[in-house]
């Protein structure tokens, strides 16, 4: 048997050059194939696999089918067979990276909508082609995604071989599949079919949109939630996202093979469809399309069977490609044109910065608890003070001219200067200016929250800092917080003291005006929190899992916001009364605080509202798909 450890190790006629990859299931090789004069990728299973017979047989059927193949986004196999008792699979070796390690790059908060239903849709093709030649993957997952550089996508593994770092089901040592990504067919009856690769693929979709799988949790909570719970909607995970792509997974995860897409290709289709879709000519504001029908009856809970015996006996299932899955309602969104400093080489990254900048809603899941959760909902705060008046909404709605680049946050200065956070960089719009000016950030990083303080800039940025910039600058000082993993929110109050939530963490790190470090506020009932504002005399609300959380200057509790709307992100002014947007209903809500009273503000037209700020005057000012800065003056 050969010894594969060293470096250039011979493996009948090839030499192994370095190690691509290692799993339970192989280990995947660089490798120079003597005989063709190429390097390759040469996948080598484990030796006690060519010991088994069916295995064995499979494994060579299967690897004959996938090399007949000559769909472009297959990755071609060059030879298969057994060398010194070990089997092994010859492919084009593909330069790039697979799509899980690029969601664990944008440290799990998910890719650009459009670019993730694209890549989803090259392999819809790659398993259309699989199925139609009598092959099904069973193994469809981010890490049998492998994209190059120019963002072609290649599916690799037809069931031959797998390489998983999470846990699997086997049975007579036999590998089923990756349990964030199965078919709830495949715990309750072993059966895998077209369907299943369908369901698979929508895992992926899912998770490629939002950057988390499904269903969380060990082994034993995903199988069952599998089984048991309804589809998520990414629109809900992820702020940006359409509600029109909540039908497309809710179908593409029915229970019932039957309810769900019947092809990868429907699957495409129908998620290509919800991107494009024209808007509406009624003025009716739009709602998220419904799930699909629940079925008559519902069938107590079954628990998955992790003991299933494969059915690899059974003939696929496979429809013929048909016409594409009927229009699903959509918020659409218009490509920005790129700011002047994006060039071609950057495109990657300003991908992956535009998604992550949005991390304040991949985070927080914008839901009211239950009105029966007593210890967890109070009535809605109210101080006692009048405080100061609240500046009336005149309806008189601008559009500023910000009509290039991604726009991600604003703030406004008290001499009504607007600024808004972009990719790389940040915009400032003076006052009565016409143009505003696109500063580039040195860093190279991205502000995901701003605030405006003391005529200076306040930015979380994407690497996880708090920096101070004074306007028109290119760089500032980092404030000393400690470096978080997922901070979810920022705020400045009126004394100048900075508060960041750190999400993963459950807590709320503060620096007062001058101080040299941080500290962690004492505040219970925190649950992932995530976007926060924070009014002139220190009271925070804060968005997280279970809704709006108040927390009141200088308590150690967090008390819920009652009565309002879904929020998306929030902003307080200068009288500490509360603005929710609703990016699903795509409205702006104010919470008078002095009397407890919400009513809806008079914006007209807004389509995915995701960010808000409020000037000194009392005016509004809304991100609006990521592209148009809307104002909503005040008398």
């Not at 004069?37 to 059927?61: G, M, N, S, T, Y």
């Amino acid at each position: 048997m050969a010894d594969l450890s060293e470096e250039g190790a011979p493996f009948g006629r090839y030499r192994l050059i370095a190690p691509l990859g290692k799993g339970g299931m192989g280990q995947v090789f660089r490798a120079y194939d003597t005989e063709t004069d190429r390097v390759v990728a040469v996948k080598v299973l484990p030796p006690q696999l060519a010991l088994d017979a069916k295995f064995k047989e499979r494994f060579r059927r299967e690897a004959h089918a996938a090399a007949r193949l000559s769909e472009p986004h297959v990755v071609p196999i060059h030879h298969y067979g057994e060398i010194d008792g070990q089997l092994y699979v010859d492919m084009r070796l593909i330069e790039g990276e697979d799509l899980g390690q690029i969601l664990r790059r944008t440290h799990h908060f998910g890719i650009e909508q459009k670019r993730a239903v694209t890549l989803v849709g090259q392999v819809a093709e790659a398993l259309h082609a699989a199925h139609r030649a009598g092959l099904v993957h069973r193994d469809v997952k981010p890490s049998n995604i492998l994209v190059t550089d120019t963002d072609f996508a290649y599916l690799i593994d037809f069931g031959i071989v797998r390489a998983s770092e999470e846990e699997t089901l086997t049975a007579s040592g036999m590998t089923m599949g990756t349990v964030s990504y199965m078919a709830p067919e495949q715990f309750t009856s072993g059966v895998a079919d077209v369907r299943s690769d369908v369901y698979a693929l929508t895992c992926v979709l899912f998770e490629a949109l939002t950057g988390r799988v499904p269903f969380p949790g060990d082994l034993k909570k995903k199988s069952s939630a599998h089984v048991n719970d309804p589809p998520p909607q990414p629109s809900r995970e992820r702020r940006g996202v359409t509600p029109a792509l909540d039908a497309v997974i809710a179908r593409g995860m029915a229970k019932d093979p039957d309810r769900r897409y019947q092809s990868t290709i429907e699957l495409a289709d129908a998620a290509r469809a919800a991107l494009r879709a024209p808007v509406p000519e009624s003025t009716e504001t739009l709602r998220p399309a419904p799930l699909p029908p629940a079925p008559p009856t519902r069938p107590a809970p079954i628990q998955p069977r992790l003991d299933a015996q494969r059915t690899d006996h059974l003939p696929p299932r496979v429809p013929q490609r048909g016409p594409a899955a009927p229009h699903v309602p959509y918020y659409p969104m218009r490509p920005p044109r790129p700011p002047w400093w994006q060039s071609r080489a950057a495109a990657l990254v300003v991908v992956l910065i535009a998604v992550i900048a949005v991390v304040v809603a991949v985070i927080v899941v914008a839901t009211s608890g239950s009105s029966d959760d007593d210890d967890r909902r109070v009535d809605s705060p109210r101080t006692g003070q009048a405080g100061p008046s609240v500046p009336l909404q005149s309806g008189r709605q601008t559009t500023l001219p910000f009509d290039y680049g991604t726009l991600m946050n604003v703030a406004v200065g008290p001499d009504n200067t607007v600024y808004v956070g972009s990719i790389l960089a940040y915009f400032e719009l003076p006052e009565r200016a016409t143009t505003p000016t696109a500063v580039r950030l040195a860093d190279d990083t991205s502000p995901t929250a701003m605030s405006v303080y003391d005529d200076m800039l306040y930015m979380l940025n994407l690497d996880g800092t708090v920096r101070v910039i004074a306007p028109g600058a290119n760089r500032g000082t980092t404030l000393p917080f400690e470096t978080m993993k997922q901070p979810g929110g920022m705020a400045v109050d009126g004394d100048g003291t900075v508060y960041v939530t750190d999400t993963i963490n459950d807590r709320i790190l503060m620096l007062e005006d001058g101080a040299s470090e941080s500290v962690e506020m004492r505040v219970e009932g925190l649950s992932r929190p995530g976007a926060m504002a924070a009014d002139p005399a220190g009271n925070l609300y804060v968005m997280q899992q279970t809704g709006i959380v108040r927390v009141a200057a200088g308590a150690e509790e967090a008390t819920a916001v009652e009565g309002g709307p879904p929020a998306t992100n929030i902003a307080c002014d200068r009288a500490g009364n509360l603005y929710v947007v609703d990016g699903l209903a795509g409205s702006v809500t104010r919470l008078t605080v002095a009397t407890g009273e919400w009513d809806e503000l008079p914006f007209e037209n807004l389509e995915s509202p995701y960010n808000i700020a409020v000037g000194d005057d009392g005016s509004v000012y809304v991100v609006d798909k990521l592209e148009s800065l809307i104002r909503l003056e005040a008398e």
